[in-house]
């Protein structure tokens, strides 16, 4: 079917669609019905920080309504951006179906200019695939337009824009898109994660990300939340657990788990045969790629998950200062706070003083503008930020409640103080 105006929205059954769709999405009557779980043996999607998007059967399809617009979003207290999503967020909510499904996805432009959607690693007729000006005209602002096709096949996907992406893709404008397969997956899994990778370059004191800067950023996003604003991943002790993860940033991810050893099972591609599976405790997941980590949980814990380079598990970095590390600063404090009242020198030992400091509001930074890092644990500052969250393992869970910090008492590290130094012990030469 090719897409146009004139041949998507003729007809009185999809204008009426279309209208109905978006009444539900502004709220009004006739809700698009809340689905149950989308296969047999399979949970519905967890969208860490986000949801999954509701549809309504019409015409023999599940049909979803996705409407891009620009929204104010908060990436952690004290620090919002003017950004374009989907449906008032960033990301989109997560469409879910099952292999077998005809979908129909109106998408409603109310951006200030031209837009379109490509279904990422979907198969589909060519006329669908989004890419504006090779399989369609552009999506104008204010008109809806529709897709339609059958899901051949599952996996873990991604949508996004074909059109202007260096704006459209730098303001927020993604989502994932979990299709289910038809028969349940063997082992099956208790709780399903999905995490969309993304960075920002939200310059200090402003308030709109920046799309001309393609290597420099400076906010590392999980479901474009920043630590400690982004939720953990909650399990039961023996649940099988799957964590979708898709990367639409400018690079690749490094994603390590503590505590666990996951096992590769699938990727865009699908569910990959049990040959191919692989055990891992880092997976790199390169940009427009997504994985299936999958693990039983079975060390109780709270237990870090985070992109495993540095700088992306900081928040607001600057790419271009000098390190005062091993500088004696002497009285240059007290000198500069004679022309900069409150300003604290840090850094001569390392930057432990400055996160600190920032993390307990010492010190002050440029509006909207968060510290690099932060976010207070049960032992003190944890400084993290960025690409940074938990997974938290007990014995029981009260549904998604948050059960609090992990009581480690029966087996911690201790600090140990010896009056001399610890001689080395005889080396053998055998085990």
Same mark, same amino acid.
């Given at each position: 079917?090719?897409?146009?105006?004139?041949? @998507?929205?003729?007809?009185?059954?999809?204008?009426?669609?279309?209208?109905?769709?978006?009444?539900?999405?502004?709220?009004?009557?006739?809700?698009?019905?809340?689905?149950?779980?989308?296969?047999?043996?399979?949970?519905?999607?967890?969208?860490?920080?986000?949801?999954?998007?509701?549809?309504?059967?019409?015409?023999?399809?599940?049909?979803?309504?996705?409407?891009? &617009?620009? /929204?104010?979003?908060?990436?952690?207290?004290?620090?919002?951006?003017?950004? !374009?999503?989907?449906?008032?967020?960033?990301?989109?909510?997560?469409?879910?179906?099952? &292999?077998?499904?005809?979908?129909?996805?109106?998408?409603?432009?109310?951006?200030?200019?031209?837009?379109?959607?490509?279904?990422?690693?979907?198969?589909?007729?060519?006329?669908?695939?989004?890419?504006?000006?090779?399989?369609?005209?552009? /999506?104008?602002?204010?008109?809806?337009?529709?897709?339609?096709?059958?899901?051949?096949?599952?996996?873990?996907?991604?949508?996004?824009?074909?059109?202007? $992406?260096?704006?459209?893709?730098?303001?927020?404008?993604? #989502?994932?898109?979990? @299709?289910?397969?038809? &028969?349940?997956?063997?082992?099956?899994?208790?709780?399903?994660?999905?995490?969309?990778?993304?960075?920002?370059?939200?310059?200090? #004191?402003?308030?709109?990300?920046?799309?001309?800067?393609?290597?420099?950023?400076?906010? !590392?996003?999980?479901?474009?939340?920043?630590?400690?604003?982004?939720?953990?991943?909650?399990?039961?002790?023996?649940?099988?657990?799957? @964590?979708?993860?898709?990367?639409?940033?400018?690079?690749?991810?490094?994603?390590?788990?503590?505590?666990?050893?996951?096992?590769?099972?699938?990727?865009?591609?699908?569910?990959?045969?049990?040959?191919?599976?692989?055990?891992?405790?880092? $997976? /790199?997941?390169?940009?427009?790629?997504?994985?299936?980590?999958?693990?039983?949980?079975?060390?109780?814990?709270? !237990?870090?998950?985070?992109?495993?380079?540095?700088?992306?598990?900081?928040?607001?970095?600057?790419? *271009?200062?000098?390190?005062?590390?091993?500088?004696?600063?002497?009285?240059?404090?007290?000198?500069?706070?004679?022309?900069?009242?409150?300003?604290?020198?840090?850094?001569? %030992? #390392?930057?432990?003083?400055?996160?600190?400091?920032?993390?307990?509001?010492?010190?002050?930074?440029?509006?909207?503008?968060?510290?690099?890092?932060?976010?207070?644990?049960?032992?003190?500052? /944890? $400084?993290?930020? #960025?690409?940074?969250?938990?997974? *938290?393992?007990?014995?029981?869970?009260?549904? %998604?409640?948050?059960?609090?910090?992990?009581?480690?008492?029966?087996?911690?590290?201790?600090?140990?103080?010896?009056?001399?130094?610890?001689?080395?012990?005889?080396?053998?030469?055998?085990?």
């Amino acid at each position: 079917m090719t897409l146009s105006r004139r041949t @998507i929205l003729t007809g009185a059954t999809m204008v009426a669609a279309a209208a109905a769709s978006v009444g539900s999405a502004q709220g009004t009557a006739n809700p698009p019905t809340q689905t149950r779980a989308p296969a047999r043996g399979s949970p519905r999607v967890h969208t860490l920080n986000g949801h999954s998007l509701e549809w309504r059967m019409v015409d023999g399809a599940k049909e979803f309504h996705l409407i891009a &617009e620009e /929204i104010e979003h908060e990436f952690a207290p004290g620090c919002r951006a003017r950004c !374009w999503g989907y449906n008032g967020s960033t990301p989109g909510p997560t469409i879910e179906a099952v &292999e077998g499904d005809r979908v129909r996805i109106l998408v409603t432009n109310r951006l200030p200019e031209p837009t379109t959607v490509h279904w990422h690693g979907i198969l589909l007729p060519n006329g669908m695939d989004g890419v504006g000006g090779l399989n369609q005209e552009h /999506i104008q602002p204010g008109d809806t337009w529709a897709y339609e096709f059958t899901l051949r096949q599952h996996g873990t996907h991604m949508y996004h824009p074909h059109a202007d $992406e260096m704006t459209q893709l730098a303001f927020g404008m993604m #989502g994932m898109f979990i @299709i289910h397969p038809r &028969e349940p997956a063997d082992p099956p899994v208790d709780r399903d994660y999905a995490l969309l990778l993304h960075n920002w370059a939200l310059h200090p #004191g402003t308030y709109r990300p920046d799309p001309a800067v393609m290597t420099e950023f400076d906010l !590392w996003t999980f479901n474009s939340k920043v630590f400690p604003a982004t939720e953990p991943l909650l399990a039961a002790m023996g649940e099988r657990v799957r @964590i979708r993860v898709g990367n639409l940033s400018m690079h690749h991810h490094p994603v390590h788990l503590h505590g666990h050893r996951f096992v590769v099972t699938g990727s865009d591609g699908g569910r990959w045969p049990r040959a191919l599976w692989r055990p891992e405790v880092t $997976e /790199i997941v390169g940009v427009g790629q997504t994985r299936d980590l999958e693990f039983v949980a079975d060390n109780p814990g709270d !237990w870090a998950v985070h992109c495993h380079l540095s700088h992306h598990t900081m928040n607001a970095m600057g790419h *271009k200062l000098a390190s005062p590390v091993g500088v004696k600063q002497g009285d240059l404090e007290a000198r500069m706070r004679e022309h900069l009242p409150g300003l604290m020198t840090m850094g001569e %030992n #390392g930057m432990f003083d400055h996160n600190t400091h920032a993390g307990m509001g010492h010190v002050q930074g440029p509006e909207n503008t968060l510290p690099m890092a932060v976010g207070d644990g049960p032992f003190g500052q /944890i $400084e993290m930020g #960025g690409m940074f969250t938990m997974l *938290k393992v007990r014995s029981r869970l009260s549904g %998604n409640t948050d059960p609090g910090w992990y009581d480690s008492s029966a087996a911690r590290a201790k600090r140990v103080n010896a009056a001399q130094p610890v001689e080395p012990t005889h080396q053998h030469e055998h085990l």
